[in-house]
């Protein structure tokens, strides 16, 4: 990504200039002629409640809002991009999130985040799910956007079968013929512990309301919910996408 225009108060313009001069300077030195020319970036500066009209959001602390070129979208292969993720640090194993219809940015840019937080190498975002880079999801986000990797599934869900092949066993969160996580944990403490190695689980999670799609789920491995209080009754069977993922990612990267 680089910068078009950068618009901020005096004050954070000072804060900001030593990191836009490394910036300039990383894009100077770059090979390619389309990147520098791209590097230069157009500041302005207003006051905090000018900047606030602007953009149309109460101002924060950070008093900056940026415009910035988006690469053309690629594409890439799940077989190519699967062996570029890495294990995070503290983490035991790969573990990739899922989204199946996830088209709501502030829960995108939640699970993101959460993502990050709790030791995802990845995600990988299929059909009818929105685009992690509009503005609502990369606040929500907090920026993780920018930080973990993710690519589009082209055919879905034929490559969840793939996804599978190329070692990752497949956990869809769904609330029929499901197994408690706690068994599902115990399970792969068992089996990691005969193979000597973590094995690299998927975690898949669907759209509020509709959840992971029945062709989805009908790929997984296994499929695991989480233990809920007694005190929740028919009409309420489920929580937030993002608060069900970051449950079992916490567990994963927190055995």
Same mark, same amino acid.
Request: with cysteine; proline share 4%; glycine share 8%.
């Given at each position: 990504?680089?910068?078009?225009?950068?618009? %901020?108060?005096e004050?954070? &313009?000072?804060?900001?200039s030593?990191e &836009?001069?490394?910036y300039e300077?990383?894009m100077?030195q770059s090979s390619?002629?389309a990147?520098v020319?791209?590097s230069k %970036?157009?500041?302005?500066?207003?006051n905090?409640s000018?900047?606030?009209?602007?953009i149309g959001?109460?101002?924060?602390?950070l008093s900056?809002?940026?415009?910035?070129h988006k690469?053309?979208?690629?594409?890439?292969?799940?077989?190519?991009?699967?062996?570029?993720?890495?294990?995070p640090?503290?983490g035991c194993r790969?573990v990739?999130l899922?989204?199946?219809?996830v088209?709501?940015?502030?829960?995108?840019?939640a699970?993101?985040r959460?993502?990050?937080a709790f030791?995802?190498?990845?995600?990988l &975002?299929?059909p009818g799910?929105c685009d992690?880079?509009?503005?609502k999801?990369?606040?929500s986000?907090?920026?993780?956007v920018?930080?973990?990797?993710?690519?589009?599934?082209k055919?879905?869900?034929a490559?969840?079968?793939?996804?599978?092949a190329?070692g990752f066993?497949?956990?869809a969160l769904? &609330?029929e013929?499901?197994?408690?996580l706690s068994a599902?944990l115990?399970?792969r403490?068992?089996?990691?512990?005969?193979?000597g190695?973590?094995?690299s689980?998927a975690?898949?999670?669907?759209?509020?309301y509709?959840?992971v799609?029945?062709e989805?789920?009908?790929?997984?491995?296994?499929r695991?919910?989480?233990?809920?209080?007694?005190?929740?009754?028919?009409?309420?069977?489920?929580?937030?996408?993002n608060?069900?993922a970051s449950v079992v990612?916490d567990?994963?990267f927190?055995p």
């Amino acid at each position: 990504y680089t910068f078009a225009a950068l618009l %901020c108060t005096e004050n954070m &313009l000072q804060t900001l200039s030593p990191e &836009l001069a490394a910036y300039e300077a990383r894009m100077t030195q770059s090979s390619a002629a389309a990147a520098v020319a791209a590097s230069k %970036c157009i500041v302005y500066t207003a006051n905090k409640s000018a900047v606030a009209t602007i953009i149309g959001f109460k101002m924060t602390a950070l008093s900056v809002v940026g415009l910035l070129h988006k690469p053309p979208a690629t594409s890439i292969a799940l077989s190519a991009f699967l062996p570029t993720l890495a294990i995070p640090g503290g983490g035991c194993r790969r573990v990739l999130l899922v989204l199946d219809k996830v088209n709501k940015p502030d829960n995108m840019g939640a699970l993101f985040r959460s993502a990050l937080a709790f030791g995802a190498s990845g995600v990988l &975002l299929g059909p009818g799910c929105c685009d992690p880079l509009v503005r609502k999801c990369i606040r929500s986000s907090m920026g993780a956007v920018f930080k973990l990797p993710y690519a589009h599934v082209k055919s879905w869900p034929a490559e969840l079968n793939q996804l599978r092949a190329e070692g990752f066993r497949l956990w869809a969160l769904h &609330l029929e013929g499901s197994v408690m996580l706690s068994a599902a944990l115990a399970d792969r403490r068992a089996t990691d512990g005969t193979a000597g190695e973590a094995q690299s689980i998927a975690v898949m999670v669907g759209a509020e309301y509709e959840g992971v799609g029945d062709e989805a789920a009908a790929c997984a491995d296994e499929r695991v919910r989480i233990r809920m209080s007694g005190a929740m009754d028919a009409t309420l069977d489920s929580v937030n996408v993002n608060v069900a993922a970051s449950v079992v990612l916490d567990r994963l990267f927190n055995p």
